[in-house]
């Protein structure tokens, strides 16, 4: 797994309230077009099947994007459900 997305895993899916709030974003289709502020990542949806994860830094008043990616919605759902489940979390689905 590309360690980015790990880190992200690592930072994001750390409590059940914080998977349920990720999961919610994603699969809202209220939602085309918006960000997500995690605790250390920010995933922007760029539409309703394609999502950009980064972090984001301000260094001397501007703001910087680092080890950004790219990820499909299933694969995103996929990798974030897999490791929710591997802590003990509650996995929630579409009609969550």
């Known amino acids: ?3 980015t ?3 992200f895993l690592n930072s994001e899916i ?7 709030g ?5 699969y809202s289709g209220n939602i085309r077009c918006g960000e997500y502020e995690g605790n ?5 949806k760029f539409n309703l099947n394609n999502f950009i994860i980064y972090c984001e830094y301000t260094i001397d008043g501007k703001k910087e994007i680092h080890q950004s990616f790219s ?4 694969k995103l ?3 974030i459900n897999d490791y929710a489940k591997k802590q003990g979390f509650l996995i929630r689905d579409y009609h969550f």
Request: no cysteine; charged share 25%.
């Open 1 to 3: 797994m590309h360690k």
């Open 5 to 7: 997305m790990q880190d």
């Open 14 to 20: 750390s409590d059940q309230e914080y998977y349920d």
């Open 22 to 26: 990720i999961i919610r974003f994603i």
């Open 40 to 44: 250390l990542y920010i995933i922007h």
């Open 71 to 74: 990820i499909q919605k299933n």
């Open 77 to 79: 759902l996929r990798l």
